[in-house]
């Protein structure tokens, strides 16, 4: 009997969300009105970002593949039909596109374009869109969860592609409100 009862626990699904999370991340999306904090960067691992990995010159905790970014400033700010952005980037460049080193963090401030949204079958929602700053376009994908988790992939003709892990909050109150 206990075993059954195990097995059962066991086999429920790790993502099962609240009907709550799930109608607030839903209003949350409808409204293009949000802000995305990442903790952690995951540039794509090249030997040249691996030799700088092992410089130890990253913050503490930071690995192959995952760097810190608790404390440093970054957001991702969707506000109707605008983006917001600083997100630090760690990789490298395909071709320079800036002098004097300005450019090194990825800074969005304008439009969208062609902005689309998906629900997914764990309930989290697949968003697609296009930005450019002065000297770059970017395809930026988000990936956000009912318990507020999110995912963001950049992928520029400039760059190497950069991915986010971090958590999205409420643009209207900035405060952890789904």
Known sequence: ????????????????????????????????????????????????????????ILPPGSGSGA??????????????????????????RQMPTGYGGSDSAIQLKGKLKDYTFEIEKNNSYLILFDAQNETENFNISIVLFPNRKSE?????????????SGEVLSVKTNKTTI
Not at 5 to 24: G, P, T
Not at 67 to 72: A, C, E, T
């Open 1 to 56: 009997m206990y075993i059954l009862f195990i097995l059962v626990l066991s086999c429920k699904s790790a993502n099962s969300y609240s009907d709550e999370q799930i109608k607030r991340l839903e209003t949350l999306i409808e409204s293009k009105s949000y802000t995305i904090e990442s903790d952690w960067a995951r540039p794509q691992v090249t030997y040249a970002m691996q030799q700088v990995l092992n410089s130890g």
């Open 152 to 164: 963001i992939r950049v992928n520029s003709a400039s760059r190497f592609p950069i991915s986010y």
């Open 67 to 92: 760097i810190s970014l608790i404390g440093n400033a970054n957001f991702l700010t969707i506000s109707g039909d605008s983006i917001n952005a600083y997100l630090p980037y760690f990789g490298e």
